[in-house]
């Protein structure tokens, strides 16, 4: 069993920056890959972003490449989000996502149905 919980979310102002955290408990999770998604109202839960075990293998989906840093402290069982120059369409509820199901895996993962293990979730609102 893996617990997630996300923090670091809030209401900012367009173009400006907040950096999500996810801390995991139950199961050191330096040998999983691991993912930020979000989810708008009324739409899917998409992949932002994405990081393999090592961190040596990233993605970003194509809106926020320049502006999203994925990263992680395998020390600290965390992964962060620095999000950067945020504007009102990246509002929504991010999650966290770990895959447990391969280990010292060098791919990033891009699918829900990809992840066994999803935090509750944290705010997200971009005003203009």
């Known amino acids: 069993q893996v617990q997630l919980v996300e923090s670091g979310g809030g209401l900012v102002q367009a173009g400006g920056s907040l950096r999500l955290s996810c801390a995991a408990s139950g199961r050191t999770f330096s040998s999983y890959a691991l993912g930020w998604f979000r989810q708008a109202p009324g739409k899917e839960r998409d992949v932002v972003a994405a990081i393999s075990w090592s961190g040596g293998n990233t993605y970003y989906t194509d809106s926020v490449k320049g502006r999203f840093t994925i990263s992680r402290d395998n020390a600290k069982n965390t992964v962060y989000l620095q999000m950067n120059s945020l504007k009102t369409e990246d509002t929504a509820v991010y999650y966290c996502?770990?895959?447990?199901?391969?280990?010292?895996?060098?791919?990033?993962?891009?699918?829900?149905?990809?992840?066994?293990?999803w935090g509750q979730g944290t705010q997200v609102t971009v005003s203009s």
């Open positions: 996502a770990v895959r447990t199901s391969t280990l010292y895996s060098g791919t990033v993962y891009l699918s829900t149905s990809e992840y066994g293990y």
